[in-house]
């Protein structure tokens, strides 16, 4: 599998992030094939956390005998600094390691949210210094959070992001004036960035779900395939989070090798076509 430098990380991660939430309802011997196939497929790179069900539960014993070639990527929600602490201190636990690659401040969906974090991200910049860390992000779900990453930059000296990019969100033009203001910001600051919801259909509404993600996913390879090139053809995309189902999973991991670029015109084309679909944004309004 292809792999791109994480900007100033300097990990080459595979283009393919492991999406911790696909683990939150499954089995136990279900995530551990699922994690180690990833693994033999070229999957560098985890990215989990302590809201996703039993995802680091079911993961943590596999980490350690792997935890020499996987970057290991973690997440708080939490604001009370005494919180994210004692949840970072939880997540080294459960994944059996002293350190974490990456740790991120996670699920920003907007300034007034950011402004609510400022003791969280000082737990953030304590734990790099001490060296429990070794670099610290800023992730979001909402139309927001671009515009709230570009604000965190500049706040504080944080070392990724990661927020969505398909197509129906790149056709909304305030969205798509954010992320190009925020990527031009990382390119200025080496700032690795992270691609989510990248094969993301549309929201659940009263349909009977048949994935474990809150949004409803493409599940045809076509669509999956179309859905991981889009969000790996942004320029200043260094690579994506597979979805948050074991199901979709084999379909993206099949896209990530087969990986060839879009073209510019074929993004707008991509955006144009996906606009009068119905966004799964706002999350509270939207998730299932």
Not at 37 to 57: Q, S, W
Not at 67 to 92: P, W, Y
Not at 202 to 219: I, L, S
Request: aromatic letters at 6%; a negative charge; one cysteine or more.
């Amino acid at each position: 599998m292809q792999l791109r430098r994480l900007g100033r990380t300097g990990h080459h991660s595979s283009i393919a992030i492991l999406g911790g939430a696909a683990f939150g309802q499954v089995s136990p011997e279900a995530a551990e094939w699922a994690f180690h196939h990833a693994l033999a497929r070229g999957v560098n790179h985890l990215d989990i956390a302590p809201t996703y069900g039993d995802a680091e539960l079911l993961i943590g014993p596999h980490v350690p005998a792997v935890r020499d070639r996987l970057f290991v990527a973690g997440k708080s929600r939490r604001r009370n600094a005494d919180g994210v602490r004692a949840q970072l201190d939880e997540t080294l636990r459960r994944l059996g390691t002293d350190r974490l690659d990456l740790y991120q401040l996670h699920a920003v969906t907007d300034l007034d949210d950011l402004d609510s974090r400022a003791d969280a991200v000082e737990v953030l910049l304590r734990a790099k210094a001490e060296g429990i860390v070794s670099w610290i992000g800023i992730t979001g779900h909402d139309l927001g959070a671009p515009r709230a990453q570009l604000d965190a930059l500049r706040r504080w000296d944080l070392d990724t992001v990661m927020f969505p990019a398909h197509p129906r969100v790149w056709a909304d033009p305030t969205y798509r004036a954010d992320v190009l203001a925020l990527l031009a910001e990382c390119a200025r600051r080496d700032v690795g960035v992270m691609a989510i919801k990248a094969v993301a259909r549309r929201p659940w509404g009263e349909q009977e779900k048949w994935a474990d993600t809150w949004y409803e996913p493409w599940a045809d390879e076509g669509r999956v395939t179309r859905g991981v090139r889009f969000a790996l053809s942004v320029p200043g995309v260094h690579a994506f989070c597979t979805p948050g189902d074991l199901a979709v999973l084999e379909l993206a991991l099949d896209a990530a090798d087969a990986f060839q670029p879009l073209a510019g015109h074929e993004l707008d084309e991509a955006a144009v076509e996906s606009a009068e679909d119905e966004l799964i944004f706002p999350l509270i309004d939207k998730a299932r």
